[in-house]
């Protein structure tokens, strides 16, 4: 398990290596428009193309960390099997919906691979890359997730309890 928690330190790494060099490109952009009146035209796009792979990256790490959103007014409300069946269905609809994307970004990683960015000549498929990227470990950590309901529950039935 050591290794995952290498992994998950090096992508928070490379994400805020990417923020922070999107803020520098940024920043140097603003300043040549308005100091020097003179704009790079690649500093948009590889800024776009950071933006891009931050969110992606963000989100799977705030997968991982069960960071995102949710209402669990309901939820709360329920006895512990409910609970239980509520996250099970809820995980097997956002693996349907982590299929979809999987399936939907690879389409449009071969659609845009061959269609370069005008200033930088980067084929956009790269930029795309980070989707179905994504999407695959966040599916992983879900599959992992939905697992530790039914080990949770095989543990509780044995008298074992798991925090």
């Not at 398990?1 to 920043?27: G, Q, S």
């Not at 948009?44 to 960390?65: C, N, P």
């Not at 609809?93 to 399936?103: P, S």
């Not at 992983?140 to 080990?151: A, G, H, N, R, S």
């Given at each position: 398990m050591k290794i995952l928690l290498y992994a998950e330190r090096a992508l928070e790494l490379f994400t805020a290596f990417l923020l922070a060099c999107m803020a520098i490109i940024v920043f140097i952009n603003v300043v040549a428009r308005y100091v020097f009146d003179k704009a790079f035209p690649w500093n948009e796009e590889i800024s776009l193309f950071m933006f891009t792979w931050v969110v992606f990256l963000g989100a799977l790490l705030a997968f991982k960390r069960h960071r995102?959103?949710?209402l669990d007014i309901?939820?709360?409300l329920l006895p512990n099997l409910g609970k239980k069946v509520a996250a099970f269905i809820g995980n097997i609809l956002m693996a349907g919906a982590l299929l979809i994307l999987i399936q939907g970004g690879i389409k449009f990683y071969f659609q845009t691979v061959v269609w370069p960015a005008p200033a930088t000549q980067i084929p956009y498929g790269y930029v795309n890359a980070v989707v179905p990227f994504s999407a695959f470990f966040m599916l992983l950590l879900?599959?992992?997730?939905?697992?530790?309901?039914?080990?949770?529950?095989?543990?509780?039935?044995?008298?074992?309890?798991?925090?």
């Amino acid at each position: 398990m050591k290794i995952l928690l290498y992994a998950e330190r090096a992508l928070e790494l490379f994400t805020a290596f990417l923020l922070a060099c999107m803020a520098i490109i940024v920043f140097i952009n603003v300043v040549a428009r308005y100091v020097f009146d003179k704009a790079f035209p690649w500093n948009e796009e590889i800024s776009l193309f950071m933006f891009t792979w931050v969110v992606f990256l963000g989100a799977l790490l705030a997968f991982k960390r069960h960071r995102h959103l949710g209402l669990d007014i309901v939820i709360n409300l329920l006895p512990n099997l409910g609970k239980k069946v509520a996250a099970f269905i809820g995980n097997i609809l956002m693996a349907g919906a982590l299929l979809i994307l999987i399936q939907g970004g690879i389409k449009f990683y071969f659609q845009t691979v061959v269609w370069p960015a005008p200033a930088t000549q980067i084929p956009y498929g790269y930029v795309n890359a980070v989707v179905p990227f994504s999407a695959f470990f966040m599916l992983l950590l879900l599959i992992k997730d939905t697992v530790e309901i039914f080990q949770k529950e095989k543990n509780e039935g044995e008298g074992g309890t798991q925090c």
